[in-house]
């Protein structure tokens, strides 16, 4: 499910933590691949399994496979930092 390298963010449309989330990642210009698990199966199971039956949005992972979820901009924006 999740390609080598690749910054990877799982959420919905509707999820204003997901759009937060979103903003941050697109003002630092950085690729990564969005998944809606609203329309991916798959991904919605992924992302349950990920957090122990919570579908919980979004969930980041990371080129290096460490994973956030619901991050605080604090901590979501540390981590980009720790990856620059």
Known sequence: ?????????????WCGDCR???KMLN???LTF???DI???????????VTNHGNRSVPTIVFPDGS???EPSNNDLSLKLDSMA
Request: glycine residues 2%; aromatic residues 8%.
């Open 38 to 48: 609203d329309r991916d199966p798959k991904a919605e199971a992924y992302v349950i």
């Open 33 to 35: 691949i969005w998944v």
């Open 20 to 22: 937060r989330a979103l």
């Open 27 to 29: 003002e630092r210009n």
């Open 1 to 13: 499910m999740i390609e080598e390298e690749k910054l990877v963010v799982y959420g919905t449309r």
């Open 67 to 69: 994973i956030m979820v």
